[in-house]
């Protein structure tokens, strides 16, 4: 079995697991989160206050199935307790965003504004012009929101303008010579 298969998943104070046939449901403080099971390679059982993932057959899939799985419940336990955030930075002169209910107005040097409207489970703060925090449970979707802003204007390599990730390192490359 996969060494991160092997590993049982711990659920803290307040979060509650329920194991269907093909699909787990996990409770916690931040809301409810679903995770469907391949019953063919692996299945989820329940002992107190711990998950554990048993694969199904001895076939080499089931063992990736099973650590993919055993993965995805930690990611799914630590964001009904804790959360998720990822923190976006603008760079360059005229840069802003502001969060107005569900939707990011950003302006980011183009000729209108842009307005993105975050989809359901995800929060945009804007603490200050410069700086988006994208917040919520579901680490897949947090990455992918964030993912998303900064597609709108990903940093360039000459002055490092755009929007990057918090403590990204861009690398700049020489301007060209005469």
């Known amino acids: 079995m996969s060494r991160v298969a092997k590993q049982p998943v711990t659920l803290p104070q307040g979060v509650t697991a329920t194991i269907g046939a093909d699909s787990v449901s996990i409770k916690g403080a931040k809301g409810t989160?679903?995770?469907?099971?391949?019953?063919?390679?692996a299945k989820v059982v329940q002992d107190g206050g711990v998950l554990k993932v048993q694969k199904a057959n001895d076939s080499r899939e089931a063992d990736m199935v099973a650590g993919s799985i055993r993965a995805h419940l930690a990611n799914i336990v630590v964001g009904v307790s804790k959360g998720y955030e990822?923190?976006?930075?603008?760079?360059?002169?005229g840069y802003r965003a502001a969060a107005q209910g569900k939707n990011l107005n950003l302006t980011l040097g183009f000729s209108h504004p842009i307005v993105y409207a975050a989809p359901e489970g995800i929060?945009?703060?804007t603490p200050?012009?410069?700086?988006i925090l994208v917040k919520g449970s579901d680490v897949q979707k947090v990455g992918q929101v964030a993912a998303d802003i900064r597609n709108f204007r990903p940093p360039e390599p000459y002055k490092g303008k755009g929007v990057r990730y918090a403590g990204e390192q861009i690398e700049l490359k020489e301007a060209k010579k005469k």
């Open 86 to 93: 990822r923190k976006l930075e603008l760079v360059g002169v």
């Open 33 to 41: 989160l679903n995770l469907a099971v391949n019953a063919q390679h």
């Open 128 to 131: 200050s012009q410069t700086e």
């Open 123 to 125: 929060t945009i703060e």
